[in-house]
């Protein structure tokens, strides 16, 4: 019963972890537009990332923000080191203060700052289909600029490990494009860096860390953070 209430409120609250559910609560007391967001869990271990928010197909569907429990907090803090660095800044501490379980929190609020964004996106063009379009083509052109175009840094990673991003390189002709941009073509190293800080630079990537900030602001002392730093 209690299952099926919350679930008519939109939020699934059987998520065991704590954490997660504050995060959530926390989102919707401040952006009560995400009252219908639709919290869901998957287990996906290739995936180089602990959350995503999907956008609804159509009218009748909901925005849902997956939160990744196949892969550790603690493997992506190790493999994704200059996202780890960019959120430690956002939050105002350093690298050293900077933990698994920050970085896990940190992600499933900016994946619900997407999902505010979103809901922005829909009010203003009044249906699923008009604002999913002007939503894609506003991600498309900022994923365009970025040193691999059109390509999230999770994926990028995903070729990097499977050997294939240095062909990807070659066939799509991205090396002077990169030389270009000052990266080394033949340093993929720096080319995941360099496409983890372009693409944290984007606006919707900065305006859903933005919220994410607000949000853990809120928790900042059950969180451990130092609240002078704020
Ligand atoms: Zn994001």
């Known amino acids: 019963m209690e299952n099926m209430q919350n679930q008519s409120e939109g939020s699934n609250f059987q998520i065991t972890d704590h954490d997660i559910e504050k995060i959530i609560t926390t989102a919707i007391e401040l952006h009560p537009q995400l009252r219908g967001l639709k919290i869901e869990t998957i287990s996906d271990p290739g995936l180089m990332t602990l959350g995503f928010h999907r956008r609804p197909k159509n009218n009748d569907e909901a925005s849902v ?62 249906s699923v289909e008009a604002a999913n379009k002007h939503w894609e083509e506003k991600r498309c052109s900022e994923l365009n600029d970025l040193p691999i175009p059109g390509i ?40 995941i860096e360099r496409q983890q800080i372009g693409y944290k630079d984007t606006t919707a990537e900065r305006d859903a860390d ?21």
Do not use: C
């Open 65 to 126: 923000v997956y939160i990744n429990l196949g892969v550790s907090s603690e493997k992506i803090f190790s493999e994704r080191k200059t996202s780890v660095q960019q959120v430690a800044r956002k939050l105002g501490i350093s690298e050293s203060q900077m933990t698994p379980r920050l970085l896990k929190i940190f992600i499933i609020a900016h994946e619900t700052g997407h999902a505010y964004d979103y809901s922005k996106f829909l009010s203003h063009y009044g």
């Open 152 to 191: 999230t840094p999770p994926s990028v990673i995903k070729m990097h490990h499977n050997g294939s991003l240095a062909q990807y390189i070659t066939e799509n002709n991205l090396t002077s494009r990169l030389i270009s941009m000052g990266i080394d073509p033949n340093n993929l190293t720096q080319i």
């Open 210 to 230: 933005e919220i994410a900030v607000q949000i853990m602001r809120k928790h900042s002392k059950t969180l451990g953070l130092d609240l002078d730093k704020w």
